[in-house]
């Protein structure tokens, strides 16, 4: 239940009591008098039901004022408490605002710092790493150098070994050369020797006749006696 | 007995005729005990060389040759000893002797060396001249051959 029914309840209570109230006291009085022996009037049954009506018409007419005005008042108070929670809002709404701008103004700062911050730092990483970009390249270059140098000792050790090895093939080479020389001058003299003896053979082979043949086998005979042969 | 051995054998002079003497006397062997009552001689008529039946003719009308034919047998197993005996002496020479060669050299060792040998004759030009003897395990090359390799090593 709201508060403006509650209202509404309460001012028909007060109205209703205040009729009661009303229709009491007009019965005590007309007992008072009749008690002191006061000449009273006589009002007819229509009077009273008049009465009763207008009575009625004037609560009910009062109610709607009363409620009317507890419902201004009502309404007046909520539009006063809307007025003050607007005011409250906007004030809230100004706080909130300037907190948000000064939140703003912040966050900007921080950004800017930020920003600079990082500019800063990128720049400084962009510095480091120029001078560790020289650093490498030196390093390379040193490397490098040290690279071509060891390849250079090496080439030329290896290129000596390599004359070395040449030479003593060739040394080899023209050792086997001279012993092929050798043995093949060796075989041909063997050779020649061979073929003059052949040849010496069948000439004295063809010029010996018979008789000399066996005077020679005769000869042989005489020998191989001598040695002991026999 | 060995006399009438020498006188039998006197024609074999190289080794083919021992060989062939040696093969007329397997195939002699083979009358022995044939026909017995035949003289030997007569049985082995135009069985084995004809020189050689008329030795044995010679010796059965001598009474050398024994008349039982297992004496006979006795007579020519000792006969082939006798000849597998003989020394016997390789030549090697450069030309081929002739028969008047071969019986000069049969006799030059009965005469100069006292003994009966048997020649193993072989012919190899290429010693040229002279001989290759070999002589009871001993051998002597005295060709040709050697002597001028000889000079041709020196030179």
Known sequence: MEFGEILIFISLGVGFLVIILLLIDIYVSRKRRDERGEISLKFSEEFWKRLEGIIEEETKRMVIEIEKKILEDLINEQKRQISNFRQ???????????????FSQKLEEKRKSFEESIKR????????????????????????????????????????????????????????????????????????????VDVSKKIIGKAIDISTHE??????????????IF | ??????????????????????????????????????????????????????????????????????????????????????????LEIAFEPSEEFISEVKEWFKEKIKKRVILDISVNPKIVGGARIEFEGKWKDFSLEKEIEKLYGRI
């Open chain 1, 88 to 102: 409250k809002l906007e004030v809230m709404a100004e706080e909130e605002k300037k907190e948000v701008s000064a």
């Open chain 1, 121 to 196: 730092e990128t720049l400084e990483f962009a510095q480091s790493l120029t001078k560790e970009k020289d650093e490498i390249l030196k390093e390379i270059k040193r490397n490098g150098e040290r690279l071509i140098d060891e390849l250079n000792r090496k080439f030329s050790q290896v290129l000596d070994s390599f004359s070395e090895s040449i030479k003593k093939k060739i040394s080899d080479a023209e050792t086997s050369i001279e012993n092929y020389k050798k043995k093949r001058l060796e075989e041909i003299d063997r050779e020649v020797y061979r073929k003059i």
């Open chain 2, 1 to 90: 007995m060995e006399e009438i051995f020498e006188k039998l054998v006197e024609k074999i002079i190289t080794e083919e005729d021992l060989v062939f003497f040696l093969d007329q006397l397997s195939i002699l062997r083979r009358f022995l005990f044939l026909q017995t009552q035949i003289p030997l001689s007569e049985r082995l008529k135009n069985k084995i060389d004809e020189k050689l039946r008329k030795e044995i003719e010679k010796l059965e009308k001598g009474r050398i040759l024994p008349s039982s034919p297992e004496e006979q047998s006795s007579f020519f197993k000792e006969l082939e000893n006798f000849l597998l005996k003989i020394p016997k002496v390789k």
């Open chain 1, 215 to 228: 005077k020679l086998v005769m000869d042989a005979l005489e020998k191989a006696k001598k040695e002991g």
